[in-house]
Structure formats: C-alpha cells, structure tokens
C-alpha cells in the first residue's frame, strides 16, 4: 500500500485560517557510551558491518543483558536537563514484534514506568517564548540497520534482498516523547524545529550524544493533527519519520498540515499511520498503517534487575549539570553585549559554540564574531556545510585575530590565511611563512616602497604636497599594489605625508 | 568396585591420590554409556575424542600441580540446553540441530575450570518444556528402573543418565520442577537453588523468572559438591545473587536434623497422590521426627493456584523468548528459495523447528500478554505470585523447612499422558510453588512405592539462600535411610 506522492495540498495560510494544528514529538537519541547498552561492545559508529558484534547483540541463545550504567546515568542527566521527575523505581519492559534487524525479536525498552517523567523546555521562536512540556524520557536499545537491495524505493516492499548490520543492535537509544503541543498556530512549523534545535544543544552541552542527524544518532518522529478552527476536539495524528535534518523537521510539519487540510475541507478523513518523509519532495507518503497495528506485549523483562536511583545520587547529578544552553545564550549576549537579533542570528547559524571557543582561545568577541559570522559563514555557505564541519579550529581563529591585532596581519592579509587553512596548508603561522604574508614591517623596505610610487606617480604626489590630502589615498593604493597587499596602510600612509611634508 | 558405581567424591579422592587417572575414569563411563545408551537414550550428543582430550588435559594439569577443584577429573553430563563450546547445543529442538554455540555457559565453563569432564549433552523436553522428555525433537529418554516408563523431566536424560551410572554427575535445569521431578522417579538427588544463586548465562531460555540451574547426582553429598562448585554470583547475569554460596557441603556433611523444625504443607495430599508415594512420604516424616525434628502442619492455601499462575507466566516469557529462533541468524532455515519474504521464511522455519508442545506454549503466552488480556492473565498470575511468596515467608517464620512427595505419583508409562497436557503438567503440582517464590528445593529418595515397585522422592523446601537446609534434611533422611536399607536405594540400574 504506496501512495504516490501527488498528494492534494491545500496552500498555508488558507489551512492556517480554517485548521488549527497539534504536534507532538518523538526524539531518540543514540548515546556516546564507550560499550552498547545490554553488552560490552563498542558502540562507535562507523565500523565495517557486523564487527561490533557478541553473542549478546545478535542474540544468541542463552546469552543475557546486562544493563549500561553510564547509559543509565546518562538517561537520568537528560531527565533532570528536561526538568523532569526521575523514577525512584522503575523496570525495563519488552516490546514484542519479528523483525529481521532486531535480533531477539523483542525490543528492550521502557513502557509504563519511564525512567524519567513529566518535564518540560523553554523555547525562543519568533522572540516569543513556548514551553514545551515533556511526557516521558525513556531509555531502549537500538534495532540493527537494514538495507534493502534493489527496487526503486529502497524500502522493504519491492526490494530484491535486504543485508542486515548488527553494529547498531543495542545501541543505548533514549526516547523523548513530548505531550500534545496545541495553540503553535502559524508557526508550528519552527516551533517544532526549535524544539529539535534545542534538545539538540542540551545532549551537546551534557555530553551524552554527538546528535548528528545525518548519521541517526538523533532521530525525530513528527506528529501532527489539525482540529477546525473553534472546535476543542484534537483531530486524528499522523506519525511521520525519516525526517533527517531540522529543516526537515520544518517542512515535514508543514507538509502533513497542508496535506491534512487539503483532505479534511474535501470531506475525507485522516488515517492514523505512520508517514515517511521525503527530503527531495518536501512531502510524506503513507507508510504502515496503525490501524492494522501490532500489539506489542509489553511485559516486564525478566532477565534485568529493576532501576531504583539513589536520589541522594540524582540530587548530586542535578547538581553537577552543566549550564544549560538556554541560560549560557542570555549570558554569553549579555557579556558580548549583542543585541538579540544579533544573538539569534548566531544561534541559527550554529556559531555560538564556535564563537565562545575562540573567545575562549583569546580573541576579542566581536572580532571572533566577524570571523565566524562573516568569512567563514559565506565559505560555509559557499561549500554546502555546517559552521562546525569546516576544516579550521576555533584556536586557529583565535591566532588570526592575534596576528591582525599585533599588526603582523591586516582584514585581506588575514582572508588569505584563512583561505590557506581551510585549503589545508597547515596552521596560520604555517601559511603565514609558505605563502609570505606577513606584513611589511620593515621600515627601510616600506620606505622603498614609498619612494618609488612617489617617484611613479608625481602628480599625485604634488597635489598632496599642495594640500590636497585626499590623494594620499591613491599613492596609499599604490603602496598595497606594489607590496601585494603586505604592507600595514596606515604605516604607509604616515610615511608618505612624512615624506611630503604635510601633516594631517 | 568398579568405577561407575563411585560416587564423585570417591573418584574425586581416587583422581587426586594418583590411583586413577580422570582418562581411565572418562572411559569407565564412556564404555559404560556405550552399553546402556541403545537402551536409554539419555544422551544427545556424545563425543568420546572431545571427552578423552579434555581428560587427558586434566591429568596434565594435575600432574603439574595445578590446583583444580574439589571434583576434578570427575565426568559430568551437562542437560543440552547450556551452550558448551566443543559439542553442539540444541535444546532437543529441530530449530537448533547441529548448532554449535561460540561460548559457554557459565555453568558449563566453570565446571570446566574446576577439572570436571564432559561426556556428552543429555536429552531434555524441547526447550525444558516438559515433564516427561517425551517432548524432545529427538526420541523419548527411557528410565532406568523400567524402559517402558518416563525418567521425568523436563531433565529426563540428566536424571536417567546418573540413574543408568553412566555418570556420577550431571547438570539440569528447573523452571517448573525439571530437576526435582526427574530426581525423584529415577530415585536419585535433584537440586533446584535459590533462583539466582546459580547464573544462567548461557543457559538457553524458557522462562527466564523461573529458570535455574541444578545438579543431579547419586547422593546428596555429590549434590552439594557439584552445587558449590557452580554456583555464586556471575555478573553476566544481572538476576545473580551477590551473595556468598550457602554452605551446602557443610551442610550435607552435618546431616543432623536434631531441633530443627519441619513443616508439612497440608494441601499437598490426598485424592490425585498415589498411596504408595503417600506411604513413603509419611515414613518419611516419621523418620524425621524420630532424628529429632519438630514436626507441624503448615498450611498454604494458595499453593494450588500455583500451577495455573505458571501456565500463564511461563507460557508468556517463552513466548517472547523464543522469538530470537528466526532463521535470521543460526539454526534451521525452511523455505529460503529466493523467492520468500524474510517473514515467510521465519514462519515456515517456525512451524518446522518447533514441536506441538513448544507451539503450544507460544500460543499460550502469546494470548495472555496480548492487549485486553494482559491484566486478566499474566498481571493475575504475577499476583498469585507474589501471594505465594508471602505465604512461604509466612512458613518460614513457623518452620526452618517444609516438605511434600515431590511428585503426586511413580514415573508413568511412555505415552500414557502425551496427549493430556493438562494430566502432564499435574506432575510439577508439588514442586511450581518454589519456582514461583524462587527459594530453595531438593528432592532425595525415601522409598519405593508398594504398588509399583518405583521410586518415590521427598521433597524438602527451604527459604531463599536457604539451599544448606535443603541438604542438611536430605542428607539426614538419606543417612538413616540407608542405614535401615543397608546401602543405597538405587544399587545398580534395575532395568539394565
């Protein structure tokens, strides 16, 4: 059962004016834990299939789970960021259904006794802030990675064959279910990336996730319903995945709500299924159904020990967590005195751990800013990648501002620095002595210099004589011409009025 | 007296003193199983080179010096169901035939470092599912005292294969009485410990609540040897107890039963036992009273619920336990010709590998932990289950132990209730409640029913960690026993 993908949509704002949107949002993020939850495995990602493998992972018979505690600790560090409730006692569960990638055929996770409860954040969208409130976090092991062979989906359905591997079996994986989120109107869309946007910074700032969402360490399923305008009733929910990046987390919302709309002002009515998003549409098609869903059978898993945190212990966890990104945001503006369009620009663009970095390898916040802002944005930019992803450190930025300050650089000088650093050249000093671009600090070369383009351009050089200052800035040009940019332009400039006479 | 007819501890002393080597005992046992095994099929998997290299591995050991443990050089037969690294694994299930299993149990490898030797995989119920060893994908198990009849189970070729003196020891395991029960109508000691207090790391699951590793042996004293010499806290098993082993062997030793007081659970008797296992009970009672016990009636109503509690949680974990068997990955593959599902080859595999009990069971707990029933079975039998456990701490606050027959009845005749699961499974009626509340249990002969001529067992109950009690009565009623038998009740396997 496929559906085409030529769905009817009904354009925004006109679904907007009659529907109100639901969300709801369901995240899993794969922990940084050295081992996999149930085994001693490593839980790296990226190693040749079926390497990261024991008799625990793949099920063999016999073999039993033993549960991480540091993936445990982990769960409770995000519960308590997410201002959650923690379990004084709570149990694994199995979640029952055949699937080829999962080798027990159960599922070890958590059902009616999360680990973590009742939370919520706070989110910044459009300088309005929106609490989020948090159902539940809870902590499960990953399924392996299928890979279906032939067909044109890349799907089960249609494919030739499908490898399986294991690496990712048993993963920690926690799960974090938002309650219902109502009353977003118009901007469910970006709310609902904000919200991504900030779980994201929160796994990064505890260190419990790498969060990239390109490789599936964070994963996000989007729930959407639309109820009419002036009706309390929540309407039926779609449940959509594969959504892979947070501009998709963006368009899928948007998709499902002009989609929905289109359907329910035509009279339908929305099945309840899981959707699958798709990035080079920007629209979701029909996955399974969940009216022919599977009953799962939670029961308690027998083969682990009940979890019952010591909450003195939790008390010392909520105690030792980090500055939440929220709070650093309104304390990094305040110290860099930047205004909050300014603040939120670096928030979109991903810079402020960037920028904080390299104020803290010594450069001056607003020159860090410029950097990251400016150049580096617009190479990123240019070459299609995160702020983060370029291939220069925020150390390096630092030693560039030093060299500009010192004199030993000016802006184009330190430009091509940059250039050669992301080119892989080396360090900046490193590019710095390879292409010789160090400025021309050397009194009796820049007077050289200086001598000649006078000699080379004497009218010039009259008319400043005759007070005429303004044409300094000619014979200036000259001097940067003929030193390629090297030579410090307010050293030359002083030097030409010295040579002819004139002061400012 | 010939080798097979030592107990452990005796070969034990023989192997260290020098005066037999653990080569020439593994093959008194080896030749000994080649004899009667055409008759009992107590074995699965045998493998006289693999058994003889493991022996002569020993003798070096020992011959350097190494110091090995208390039973080294003595063979062992482990129940086919922990995964051992140099003999396959199947759980007598067509779904694992020929597997070979990468690692070893727990069990399994620290008996193997204690110097015990391996003479092969014995024959079981289809995943410990059973009470007969009927149910194994590979032929019936026969008892030893009377070919025609069951050697119990699920643990059925464990018990008969140290009934039959092919060897002194073996291993089982008792998720509803799989070890008691067989101890008991073959006439020899069977062990269930404290749930947790032996790993079950690589033992391949039925119901992993109740699951739990135990030794069979010819006298309580081997018992307890081969008890301590596996058990302890493992931690590749989180459901281990971190706690230091019961003293069993001491406790077997002291066989003393002066002061301490006995409970008899009322509800286990009358219509539905056969009166000779009830005669030898009730001598059996005597006989403690007469040691100097103090003997009383407890009473625990609920402990006839227990047996429909277990049919609901056992059913329900394997249900979820044996899904892993898929084709997937290891084991029997049905119907991969290309042109299947992956779905469809596991349901063609599944309805090939597993035998009509198995099914059945799946089914079962299949049901009971679906959407709407949920509450109304498993949520129910697990608070029949803790009931259950109250009213054993309750006794156990009257009484240092409690006891029952182990069994209503003798071992019934091969056939005869395969197709009644409900009057198979009334042969666990005794022996589920300690499953349930996970203490301790051992069953020891007492006799011989009058009507029958077979063996009857006394099965005596004692608190979680508790397992020395256990072997301080047994080893009591087994001492006056033989004093009043002049030797031991099983003096050589009667049928063979």
Redesign the interface.
């Known amino acids: 059962m496929t559906d085409t993908g030529t769905t009817t949509k009904m354009a925004y704002d006109e679904a907007l004016s009659r529907f109100e949107p639901v969300l709801g949002l369901e995240t899993h993020v794969e922990l940084g834990t050295a081992s996999k939850m149930f085994c001693g495995c490593p839980a790296a990602f990226g190693a040749p299939p079926n390497t990261h493998v024991c008799?625990t992972c793949?099920?063999?018979?016999?073999?039993?789970?033993?549960?991480n505690a540091q993936a445990i600790e982990s769960t409770i560090r995000i519960g308590l960021a997410l201002n959650c409730s923690i379990a004084e006692w709570c149990r694994f569960a199995?979640k029952?259904y055949?699937y080829?990638d999962m080798?027990?055929?159960?599922q070890i996770s958590q059902y009616d006794e999360p680990l973590c409860f009742d939370g919520y954040i706070d989110i910044e969208v459009d300088g309005k802030s929106v609490r989020i409130e948090i159902e539940r976090v809870h902590l499960e092991e990953d399924t392996g990675k299928s890979t279906h062979m032939g067909g044109a989906t890349g799907r089960i359905h249609g494919a030739d064959y499908?490898i399986?591997d294991y690496n990712r079996a048993g993963i920690p994986l926690v799960e974090i279910v938002t309650k219902p989120i109502p009353g977003t109107d118009r901007l469910a869309p970006e709310v609902a990336k904000a919200y991504v946007t900030e779980l994201r910074e929160i796994m990064r700032s505890l260190g419990v996730s790498d969060v990239r969402m390109e490789e599936g360490s964070l994963r996000c399923d989007v729930n959407v319903s639309l109820m009419p305008r002036g009706s309390s009733e929540w309407g039926t929910r779609t449940e959509t995945k594969n959504v892979n990046s947070l501009r998709s987390v963006e368009r899928a919302v948007r998709s499902e709500i002009e989609r929905q709309a289109a359907i329910l002002a035509g009279g339908g009515r929305i099945v309840q299924e899981t959707r699958h998003f798709h990035e080079d549409t920007g629209t979701t098609t029909s996955g399974r159904s969940k009216e022919e869903a599977q009953?799962y059978?939670?029961?308690p898993e027998?083969?682990?020990?009940p979890i019952a945190p010591d909450p003195a212990w939790v008390a010392e966890l909520k105690a030792a967590l980090p500055e939440l990104p929220s709070v650093k945001r309104k304390r990094l503006q305040a110290e860099w005195g930047l205004s909050d369009l300014d603040m939120a620009a670096m928030h979109n663009a991903d810079a402020i751990d960037l920028v904080e970095a390299t104020v803290a390898a010594g450069a001056p916040p607003a020159d860090a800013r410029k950097w990251w802002m400016g150049e580096l944005a617009r190479r990123a930019n240019e070459s299609g990648v995160a702020l983060a992803e370029l291939p220069i450190t925020p150390a390096q930025i630092a030693r560039v501002t030093e060299l500009v300050a010192s004199g030993s650089l000016n802006d184009k000088l330190a430009r091509e620095v940059l250039e050669g650093v992301l080119a892989g050249e080396g360090s900046p000093d490193e590019v710095v002595e390879r292409r010789g671009l160090k400025i021309v600090n050397d009194e009796g070369e820049l007077s050289a210099i200086v001598d000649q383009v006078l000699a080379d351009n004497a009218d010039a050089a009259d008319k400043v004589r005759s007070g005429k200052i303004a044409a300094a800035g000619a014979l200036v040009g000259g001097v940067m011409k003929a030193s390629r940019g090297k030579a410090d332009a307010a050293r030359a400039r002083a030097m030409i009025l010295e040579k002819l006479g004139v002061s400012e | 007296m010939s080798l097979i007819h030592r107990t452990a501890a005796e070969l034990a002393a023989l192997i260290a003193g020098g005066e037999a080597s653990a080569v020439e005992v593994a093959e008194a046992h080896l030749d000994r199983m080649a004899e009667v095994e055409p008759k009992v099929n107590a074995f699965l998997h045998v493998d006289r080179e693999v058994t003889l290299a493991q022996a002569r591995s020993v003798d070096e050991r020992l011959r350097a010096g190494e110091r090995l443990g208390p039973l080294a050089g003595v063979p062992i037969a482990h129940k086919d169901?922990?995964?051992t690294l140099d003999m396959p694994?199947t759980?007598a299930s067509r779904i694992?035939e020929g597997?070979r299993?990468?690692?070893d149990?727990t069990v399994t490898r620290r008996l193997r470092e204690a110097g015990l030797v391996i003479l092969g995989k014995t024959n079981l119920d289809e995943f410990a599912m059973g009470s007969s060893t009927e149910n194994s994908a590979y032929g019936p198990t026969r008892n030893p005292w009377d070919l025609d009849r069951i050697p119990g189970g699920s643990s059925g070729g464990s018990s008969a294969a140290v009934a039959a003196y092919e060897a002194p020891l073996s291993t089982g395991t008792d998720t509803g009485g799989s070890i008691r029960q067989p101890a008991a109508v073959t006439g020899i000691v069977g062990m269930k410990p404290t749930y947790g207090g032996s790993s079950?790391?690589?033992?391949?699951?039925f119901?992993?609540?109740l699951d739990t590793p135990g030794p069979f042996a010819r006298n309580v004293l081997d018992a307890a040897l081969l008890h301590e010499a596996f058990s302890g806290h493992d931690?590749?098993?989180?459901?281990s107890i971190d706690a230091p082993v019961p003293s069993v062997v001491e406790a077997a030793r002291q066989a003393d039963v002066s002061g301490m007081r006995i409970g008899v659970v009322k509800e286990f008797g009358g219509d539905g036992y056969q009166p000779g296992v009830l005669a030898r009970f009730n001598e059996a009672v005597a006989l403690l009273e007469s040691l100097g016990a103090k003997v009383v009636e407890v009473s625990c109503p609920s402990f006839v619920t227990a047996l429909p509690a277990y049919y609901l949680i056992a059913p329900?974990?394997c249900?979820?336990n044996l899904?892993?068997?898929?084709a997937?990955?290891?084991g029997l593959r049905v119907g991969d010709d290309g042109t299947r599902s992956?779905?469809e080859v596991?349901a063609l595999t599944r309805a090939a590998g597993f035998g009509p009990e198995v099914k059945r069971r799946i089914m079962l707990g299949?049901y009971a932990?679906?959407?709407g029933y949920?509450d109304a079975y498993?949520g129910q039998a697990q608070k029949v289950r803790t009931v259950i456990s109250r009213e054993f701490e309750a006794a156990f606050q009257q009484v240092d132990v409690l006891v029952s027959p182990t069994t209503p009845t003798t071992a019934f005749p091969i056939g005869e209730r395969a197709d009644d699961p409900m009057a198979m499974y009334l042969a666990d009626l005794c022996t589920i409640p300690t499953n349930l509340a996970g203490n301790a249990a051992i069953s020891v002969p007492c006799g011989l029913a009058d009507e029958d001529g077979l063996p009857v067992g006394l099965q005596v109950m004692a608190p979680v960690l508790g397992d020395d009690r256990c072997y301080r009565v047994g080893a009591a009623v087994e001492k006056a026993l033989e004093s009043r038998w002049g030797g031991p009740l099983l003096k050589e396997a009667p049928a063979l």
């Open positions: 008799p793949l099920a063999l018979p016999g073999a039993l789970p033993v549960a199995r029952n055949f080829p080798p027990k055929n159960y499908s399986v009953d059978r939670y029961f027998p083969d682990l020990v | 169901i922990f995964t694994t759980a694992l597997w299993p990468p690692y149990a079950r790391y690589g033992l391949i699951a119901a992993s609540s931690p590749l098993d989180s459901t329900s974990e249900s979820s899904a892993r068997f898929d997937m990955r290891y992956a779905e596991m299949t932990l679906s959407s949920y498993y």
